[in-house]
């Protein structure tokens, strides 16, 4: 592999497992007890944790490792295998330049143990640095999610997915519809549909941004003030975080080049998110502090 080949991620995950154990008679060993870099507990596994390598520069993937494990919980035994999971990749050449992981209280816990935080996004192993990126299509899901259950306050506007519904409701009725690409699965997904990346991102996209302006331009709709822009943020948003095309017709979907127009959205993005309240709808009650993600 070429040095720009060997341009890298480290991605993480935790998958839940059926219990079961199974007898390997040909290497004498009993399969599907917890079980982290060979060494056994007795004690039957629940979940697997997982490592693959992904390139950046060119597509390939490729399974790294993986645990068993009796808890979600990564422990010090996980952590230290991790790690010299890591030194090994890196002494054989590959140029890990980030960890990826979703959002799981258990990597929250591991990214704040490798000093992650607002003001330090990045780690070293041996003196190689590392950032520790979250999962982009798992935050568009949080954030969907969120929406759903409570109200966005910020900068004296307001964000709520009723009016999200209201348009909804008007565009079905229509035989030329503004947002044909929504569903009852966009607008009320279930907790499996919650799951699938595509149907947040479709909510939070230029097409429902134009058919919330269109409804409410013909006098149809009364919206709050602030669905429509945090939509339109949210879709730039995603655009630059997934940027994949150096063509792309689209300025904030092309690859990051701290280019004015990029570093606009991202300032403007984190004015809103360290600004935003998070409120209760049933009572009106800022709950942010209480939201983990």
Known sequence: MSSSEKECVLCMDELSLKLNLSYNTKEDKILGLHEVD???????????????LRGICSKWKQPIGFSFITSSKIDDQLRAWLIRTVKHLLQLGFNIRAFISDLGSDFLALSKTLGICKESSFFEIDGHKMYYIFDVPHLMKCVRNNLINYNFEFDGKIAQWEDIIKMYEQDQKKD????????????????FQKQ??????QVFSNSVVAALKNYESLGSLQLTNGTIDFIETMNNLFDLLNSNNIDSLKPHNKPYRGIPVQEELLDKAQHLFNNMRVINKNNGHDVTNMMNV
């Open 196 to 201: 699938k990346v595509r149907l947040a991102v």
């Open 176 to 191: 030329m519809r503004s947002a044909p690409r929504l569903t009852d699965a966009h607008i009320h997904p279930n907790s």
């Open 38 to 52: 060979g060494q056994q507990q007795p004690a039957a596994a629940e979940y697997a944790f997982t490592l693959m």
